[in-house]
């Protein structure tokens, strides 16, 4: 019974998101009102304040989720096996995102820059960084910049890849990302001169 309940639940917001989806390819979201949105989604305005308060928790939800499942992604393996196939695991994030482009333009566009990746990119590298050998001081200044700048500058190559309508295969963004995070954008220069 709660089995059929979920099914049911998941649903209603399937339908929920996919009328937003709708309704965003002929207006902006702050010009989308609730009883629009419910038409369309074949719902009755109180279906839809059960599940969200407002538009916004939609793209909040989808941002969550996304973050989920790339945390699953990671689940079984230990911070060394991470870091040990981190090309491996980027390239199942950047097909997942890629399946999910849809998804990932619309937060892009709604739920900022400062939000749009943050989670699913930070989910990896939590985890990541871990592997590292105790004697590094992971809450030194300079741990915590590095950490930093390689979660932004990840963040960067997922926002310019979706930007760039996902040209570039997620094989060829992740070997990207994979080599920037374990050699340093100086390592991925020399090595490209080389040939």
Not at 12 to 22: D, F, G, M, Q, R
Not at 105 to 127: A, P
Request: aromatic residues 10%.
């Amino acid at each position: 019974m709660e089995k059929d309940r979920n099914k049911k639940i998941e649903k209603t917001k399937a339908n929920i998101l996919e009328a937003l989806l709708i309704l965003l390819q002929h207006k902006e979201i702050y010009e989308i009102s609730i009883r629009e949105l419910t038409e369309v989604a074949h719902i009755h305005r109180n279906t839809f304040y059960i599940h969200y308060a407002n538009l916004y928790d939609i793209l909040a939800e989808v941002e969550e989720d996304m973050c989920r499942e790339v945390e699953e992604m990671t689940d079984e393996m230990e911070p060394v096996q991470l870091q040990e196939n981190l090309e491996v695991v980027l390239k199942r994030v950047f097909e997942y995102l890629y399946q999910e482009k849809e998804k990932c333009q619309l937060i892009m566009r709604y739920r900022g820059s400062v939000s749009s990746g943050k989670g699913i990119v930070e989910s990896i590298f939590v985890k990541y960084l871990k592997a590292f050998p105790n004697t590094v001081d992971k809450t030194s200044v300079e741990f915590q910049v590095q950490f930093y700048y390689c979660t932004t500058g990840a963040m960067g190559i997922v926002r310019y890849w979706m930007e760039h309508d996902f040209k570039e295969s997620p094989q060829k963004m992740a070997v990207l990302t994979a080599k920037l995070l374990t050699k340093g954008i100086q390592g991925v220069l020399e090595e490209s001169r080389r040939g």
